[in-house]
C-alpha cells in the first residue's frame, strides 16, 4: 500500500471557488507536509501540520488533519488562476527515518478564468 | 530570499555515460537530499545527507548512485553509468532543521 494518497487525482474549478484536495497515509506520522509543484518546476513547501495538531491556516490555505482517519485536507478558498499546479502531501512517518519525505501521486489542479 | 540552484537545468546523455547533477544549497543549512521524479509518477526519496555522511537512502540508491559535498557548498549527485530508466527529474533539497525541506528547480535527465 501506498503512503500519501491524495484524491482526486485531477480537479478543475472555476477561478474564485473553492478547491478542496485529500490526502490518506496508512502509517502514522510525524508530521505531513503539502508541497505545489509548478509544470517541470520544483516543489514548493506550503504548510506543515504537525501529529498533534488538528488545523493550520496560511493565508488562503487551509490544512486539516485527522490522525484517527490518517487523512489530511488541504483547501485553497477563493481560487486564482495562479494556483494551477499539481499539490502533493508528504509524510515523515516515524521509524523510518526522521529525514525523508514520503510523496504522494499528487492532485492536478486547473483553475479556469 | 535565498533559493536552493541546481545545474544543469537539463542534461541528455547516453547510456553507460556518467553523470554528475549539482547542487548549491542554501548557506547555513545542514541536511542535504536528492529526490527523484520519473515522468508522471511520484516524486521518490533517493539520499539524505548529514554532518558529511550518508545518513539514509532509499532501494533506488544502488552502487551506481553516489552522493559528494566536495567543497561545503556544493552538493552533487553521480550517477555511475546511466540507464534509461534514469531518465527523471532530479530535485535537491537543503534544510536547516531535519523536517524542513527546500527544494531547487530540479534537473532534467535525459538518457537515450
Known amino acids: 500500500s501506498q503512503q500519501g494518497e491524495e484524491d482526486p487525482q485531477a480537479l478543475s474549478i472555476q477561478e474564485g471557488e473553492n478547491a478542496t484536495m485529500n490526502c490518506s497515509y496508512k502509517?502514522?506520522?510525524?508530521?505531513l507536509q503539502w508541497y505545489r509543484q509548478n509544470s517541470g518546476r520544483g516543489l514548493v513547501h506550503l504548510i506543515l501540520?504537525?501529529?498533534?495538531?488538528r488545523e493550520k491556516h496560511s493565508g488562503r490555505l487551509r490544512v486539516t488533519l485527522d490522525t484517527s482517519k490518517k487523512s489530511s485536507s488541504l483547501l485553497i478558498t477563493a481560487s486564482r488562476a495562479a494556483d494551477t499546479a499539481s499539490y502533493f502531501c508528504?509524510?515523515?512517518?516515524?521509524?523510518?527515518?526522521?529525514?525523508?519525505?514520503?510523496f504522494g501521486q499528487g492532485t492536478r489542479l486547473t483553475i479556469n478564468p | 530570499e535565498p533559493e536552493v540552484t541546481q545545474t544543469p537545468s537539463h542534461q541528455v546523455t547516453q547510456m553507460g555515460q556518467e553523470v554528475i547533477l549539482r547542487c548549491v544549497p542554501i548557506s547555513n543549512h545542514l541536511y542535504f537530499y536528492w529526490y527523484r521524479q520519473i515522468l508522471g509518477q511520484k516524486v521518490e526519496f533517493l539520499v539524505s545527507f548529514y554532518n558529511n555522511e550518508i545518513s539514509e537512502k532509499s532501494e533506488i540508491f544502488d552502487d551506481q548512485f553516489s552522493v559528494e559535498r566536495p567543497d561545503g557548498s556544493n552538493f552533487t549527485l553521480k550517477i555511475r553509468s546511466t540507464k534509461l530508466e534514469d531518465s527523471a527529474m532530479y530535485f535537491c533539497?537543503?534544510?536547516?532543521?531535519?523536517?524542513?525541506?527546500?527544494f531547487g528547480p530540479g534537473t532534467r535527465l535525459t538518457v537515450t
Open positions: 533539497a537543503s534544510g536547516y532543521r531535519i523536517y524542513e525541506q527546500y
Open positions: 501540520i504537525r501529529s498533534n495538531e
Open positions: 508528504a509524510t515523515v512517518p516515524p521509524g523510518q527515518g526522521a529525514q525523508k519525505l514520503v
Open positions: 502509517t502514522s506520522i510525524n508530521n
